[in-house]
């Protein structure tokens, strides 16, 4: 992120200013090479389980399709459900994946060039339609696919937990109470919740 963002923050807020410091520069880059269809069946993949297993599971649905890079929309939705199964998708997540699918054949999931033209709460909007996709997945996108400046997702347990920690509070913020806390951090949230994320990495 910019160091107009980093500038900002710092003026907004003393505690966040000062966790800067002991976390360092932002290394917050987006993967913007990777398509919206691509993201989300990644963030589908990731739902209830670590990286490593997600990671093995991605690799083996990839495996399935061994002349592309990443299957396509047309792969998936053709894919069966025994096929699926075996490379470790759940049920649910087999579903998930298949609307995926079908909602960028029919163009309610933009491509990589459509999505960067539209607002975050049209992105919100269209993409929680799809099964399996939420606000927090989308959120998600917005930071790490899109690179959206102010994005805070105030449902995460990390960017709670960052914030109850770093500004000495014993229970977590409620969604609620965070979002209005973060008004200050506009229009840079999305680098304040990085840090806020980063602050779990501290020693305490």
């Known amino acids: 992120m910019t160091p107009a963002a980093i500038d900002h923050l710092r003026g907004a807020d003393p505690i966040l200013a000062d966790l800067i410091d002991r976390v360092g520069a932002c290394s917050l880059k987006p993967r913007t090479g990777r398509s919206p269809f691509e993201a989300l069946v990644h963030a589908v993949a990731h739902q209830q389980l670590n990286g490593t297993a997600a990671g093995t599971i991605l690799k083996r649905v990839q495996a399935l399709f061994p002349h592309r890079r990443f299957p396509t929309p047309e792969d998936l939705a053709a894919a069966t459900e025994e096929k699926l ?32 033209q539209l607002e975050d709460a049209e992105i919100m909007k269209r993409l929680t339609a799809v099964r399996g996709v939420g606000p ?26 960052g914030f109850a920690r770093t500004y000495g509070r014993r229970d977590l913020p409620t969604p609620k109470a965070l979002l209005a806390f973060g008004e200050k951090w506009r229009p840079h949230r999305s680098t304040a919740a990085w840090y806020l994320w980063r602050s779990l990495e501290l020693p305490e």
């Open 85 to 116: 199964r075996g490379a470790g998708l759940s049920r649910a997540k087999i579903a998930a994946v298949r609307d995926i699918a079908a909602h960028t054949l029919a163009g309610v999931i933009p491509t990589a060039r459509a999505i960067r």
């Open 136 to 161: 927090w997945t989308v959120e998600m996108l917005l930071i790490f696919t899109l690179g959206r400046p102010d994005v805070l997702p105030v449902t995460d347990y990390g960017v709670r937990k």
